[in-house]
């Protein structure tokens, strides 16, 4: 099959036109490298079944695929605060054009959601069936109000133009290919641990998140694209659930860094607890994660570790 990867030089997208070359499929990765990189599909560029496209989703492009991965939007807080109009622009618009294309030339569509939709969730574990907790006005809501808009125009083109929909709420991944000032925790500290310099915990670390190692997440984005009996929306995340507190020491104790840990004031809006129910991913697609926070942790710290030595 030929798949539309957009967003596909950036942290998830690589690693899925990866897996979609390893399965034998032609790969179109689209990406306007905002916060993506050549470098990350550098080692595609020979496979003759891979393609590179420079386009931003805001605009309309006409190609002949038959499944469309919508990955396209910056991911880390820092990032899509950058410029949180064009954030918002890219989740809404990106959503129409490349909704739009698949309406046209009947192709399978996945969307990347998140779990910001839940906000600051009221109910924990989050379900798919949970509402959420959104501010409609902080500095937060241009990713998380996008990101719901987008599910509701992926609803409403599957209700009124049976347009054949995929969408996973993909709760914090993290592994190689992060960026080193991608701003997100784990690459945050792992950095920060490596260079000798403070951690830095926002707030006073008791805030949780449940981090799920890259691969696992890849698998379970081919196995929703790859069955015919749900839509979704769909959790794909690891339950384990740890403070930011307990991950600082965790990357402390694996790269024996001898930095100290600080504080630093809390962001607007930051959710203080998220751990994902995956009863459905479970049942439904028999996935569920196989990676521990410690051996993905190893994993990523071997990477940056090599990453900032050839720097
Ligand atoms: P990332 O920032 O590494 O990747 C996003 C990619 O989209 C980058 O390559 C970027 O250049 C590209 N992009 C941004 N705006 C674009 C535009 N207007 N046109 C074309 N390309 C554009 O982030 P990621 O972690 O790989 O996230 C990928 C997707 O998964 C995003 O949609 C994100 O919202 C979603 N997601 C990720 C996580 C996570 O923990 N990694 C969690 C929830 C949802
Ligand atoms: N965080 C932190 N130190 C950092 C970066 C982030 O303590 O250097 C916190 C952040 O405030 C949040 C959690 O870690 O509570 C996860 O942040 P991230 O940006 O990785 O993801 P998100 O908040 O979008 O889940």
Redesign the pocket.
Known sequence: MRCLV??G?????SHLCERLLNEGHEVIC???????RMANVAHLRDNRNFELIR????EPILLEVDRIFN??????PI?YQFNPVKTIK?SVM?AINMLGLAKRVKARILQ?S??EVYGDPAVHPQTEDYWGNVNPIGIRSCYDEG?RVAETLFMDYHRQNNVDIRIVR????YGPRMLPNDGRVVSNFIVQALNGEDLTIYGDGSQTRSFCYVDDLIEGFVRMMNQDEIIGPINIGNPGEFTMLELAKEVLELTGSKSKIVYKPLPGDDPKMRRPDISLAKSALKWEPTIPLRQGLEKTIVYFDNLLKTK
């Open positions: 957009t967003g030089a950036g942290f998830l997208g689209l990406d306007n490298y905002f916060t993506g386009h931003d989703v805001t990955l396209a939007c910056p991911a880390s990032h890219t990106g990347a998140t779990s990101k993909i709760f914090n991944t």
